[in-house]
């Protein structure tokens, strides 16, 4: 039996989702706003790239890097990976076992372990710097 009311467990289920995606984009944040730094303090004086155009750059390529790594996590078919993604997401959002799209595929290759939070991470930091290359056009 259950010690909490349902509609109890749903928000405990939200406001630890909530939790983890403020913890990305925290870190996503931090990662951002490191490069920035590191950039300014590498090409100060260079003519031909600015601090804000490498930004663009390191968020294309931390994007397609956190989405490779999403991709390459499992070895599966093009037809189940959708379905086998978005557990993995919801894995790591939520920050539970959660149901594959079938038996087959659920091992631990799919639980929200390093690499699928790392990708998360990378794909919010790519979002945010190529962000910030836009609101300093």
Not at 92 to 115: H, L, Q
Request: hydrophobic share 55%.
């Amino acid at each position: 039996m259950l010690s909490y009311p349902v509609h109890k467990l749903s928000k405990m289920k939200a406001k630890m989702a909530a939790f983890n995606l403020l913890v990305f984009s925290g870190c996503s944040l931090l990662i951002t706003v490191a490069t920035y730094f590191v950039n300014l303090w590498l090409f100060f004086g260079n003519e031909q790239f600015s601090p804000t155009d490498l930004l663009f750059i390191e968020g294309m390529i931390c994007f397609i890097i956190g989405l490779l790594l999403l991709l390459g996590r499992g070895g599966i078919g093009p037809t189940s990976r959708r379905a086998a993604i978005l557990s993995a997401l919801a894995g790591a959002v939520f920050g539970e076992d959660t149901v594959g799209p079938s038996e087959i595929y659920r091992r631990d290759a799919w639980k929200p372990k390093g690499f699928t939070r790392l990708a998360l991470i990378l794909m919010i930091a790519g979002a945010f710097m190529i962000l910030a290359y836009f609101l300093t056009l």
